[in-house]
């Protein structure tokens, strides 16, 4: 099992990225996928969630309004549109599967390698 996030860069405040999250060996619409940030000297946090069984989202408080992911079951991707980004948006960024979006019981299992997103002020 494996994901591949990709699509971060270096980007002005206000601008937008479209991060993807792509598996390969599995079909990922069998699975819930997360979105998770790690800032430098900060603790990981989950960002956003699509849930497998009826699409549900989730997000952070701080990015809600800014930040939509949604899945292309055809591409075997889930996406993760950032939207008029802050500097506070600066991290790495995971995708990873997830059982319970959002949930104490949640079990991310599988991970992808991080893509690095840059906002500048």
């Known amino acids: 099992v494996q994901l591949q996030a990709s699509g971060g860069g270096l980007v002005q405040s206000g601008g937008s990225l479209r991060l993807s999250c792509v598996a390969s060996?599995?079909?990922?619409?069998?699975?819930?996928i997360g979105w998770f940030r790690q800032a430098p000297g900060k603790e990981r946090e989950e960002v956003s969630c699509i849930s497998n069984s009826d699409d549900n989202t989730y997000y952070l408080n701080s990015v809600k309004g800014r930040f939509t992911i949604s899945r292309d079951n055809a591409k075997n991707t889930v996406f993760l549109q950032m939207n008029n980004l802050k500097p506070e948006d600066t991290a790495v960024y995971y995708c990873?599967?997830?059982?319970?979006?959002?949930?104490?019981?949640?079990?991310?299992?599988?991970w992808g390698q991080g893509t690095l997103v840059t906002v500048s002020s």
């Open positions: 990873a599967t997830s059982v319970a979006c959002f949930d104490e019981s949640d079990v991310n299992e599988f």
């Open positions: 060996d599995f079909t990922l619409d069998y699975y819930g």
